[in-house]
């Protein structure tokens, strides 16, 4: 598909990328206010917004949550079954995660999981915040962390749990990683029949 | 916040609205495979890109697609708890989904649920496909199926569930659902202290 034609809301999701090295440069006010203004307008079960997000820029508290993080990762690597520790392995994933400090901006979004469909509904506001960082030229990246408690340092009431921490900033630009054809991911009518133009 | 200087991207955002009902007007195969586009180009854990989608426009299989989810949510609303009752009657939620049958276009998201951060990855993936789909002049709605088996009826491996159903054409633009202000969602490095401009 030609993409000269995108329009930006397709042309931001194919420039995407995921980040996990960023740079000091420091992040405007006004497009973090976009960020999170993508995220309030998302759609929600029932219109709940069973939502609350935690801008974070003061140094001591990433350093805090880092730390928090990166205690909590080490017990859950530790834990993990073999095979899912040899795909850690395989793919240079650690407990260390610098990005939390190093991202001039913090994200965390928190949601209430007994509220009607919040998990697919806070995926989809993530999802907004990707878009509208990458429509401003910064990275982020979806970082979900394994079995940190993030409320309890930020002061955030105990119904919430966390569903990621998204860093914000600007970064050199990774590579592409590289998506399946169309033909092996989609189906017309019935699983295995091609897509017209296939 | 003005919305004279908004991106694309925040426009999309801003313009999406779910809508149950659906105009006759065909869609454009072009549309629908920008929409599907934009969710092949989505993240996943470690890149797996676990799921299938079917782009349905046979009548038949709408139809069939259909009964198999009015029947499955008339056992779910039986089953439900009272309060749970008491919420679908208070929203007017009902087991009849006539949208699967009148929308001219329906996409079935499967996603493998043993692959590493499968939801998360398969619900930015339908953010993807909902804004494409705004972006587009069309509407839709992330549809989850309650129990039912979407995968035998059209052939789909037995490794994958569906995430949802989501039903694509055009519509009267649903009016908006309203949200809840910056300041009772977001706080600055710590719950409840004022994002910068509140």
Redesign the interface.
């Known amino acids: 598909?030609s993409t000269s034609s995108?329009?930006?809301?397709?042309q931001?999701?194919?420039d995407?990328r995921?980040a996990r090295e960023y740079l000091d440069t420091p992040v405007k006010?006004e497009a973090i206010?976009?960020i999170?203004?993508?995220g309030?307008?998302?759609?929600s079960g029932?219109?709940r917004?069973p939502?609350?997000?935690?801008?974070?820029?003061?140094p001591e508290?990433k350093h805090n949550l880092r730390l928090i993080c990166e205690d909590a990762e080490a017990r859950y690597y530790k834990n993990a079954d073999e095979e899912l520790r040899e795909?850690f392995t395989a793919?240079s994933v650690t407990p260390s995660k610098p990005f939390l400090e190093r991202a001039p901006v913090l994200i965390a979004v928190f949601f209430d999981p007994h509220a009607?469909?919040a998990?697919?509904s806070v995926?989809?506001l993530?999802?907004?915040m990707?878009?509208?960082a990458?429509?401003e030229g910064l990275y982020s990246l979806?970082y979900?962390p394994s079995g940190a408690e993030l409320g309890p340092p930020?002061?955030?009431?105990l119904k919430y749990r966390v569903?990621?921490l998204l860093p914000i900033g600007y970064a050199e630009r990774p590579a592409c990683?590289?998506?399946?054809p169309?033909s092996q991911?989609?189906?017309?009518?019935?699983?295995?029949m091609p897509?017209?133009?296939d």
Chains 1, 2 share one sequence.
């Open positions: 598909m995108d329009s930006q809301v397709l931001a999701i194919r995407r995921s006010k206010r976009r999170v203004e993508a309030r307008l998302a759609p029932a219109n917004q939502w609350h997000f935690v801008v974070i820029d003061d508290v795909w793919h009607p469909y998990i697919p995926w989809i993530i999802a907004h990707l878009l509208q990458t429509q979806p979900t930020l002061g955030v009431p569903a990621a990683q590289p998506r399946l169309l991911i989609a189906s017309s009518n019935a699983f295995g897509i017209e133009g």
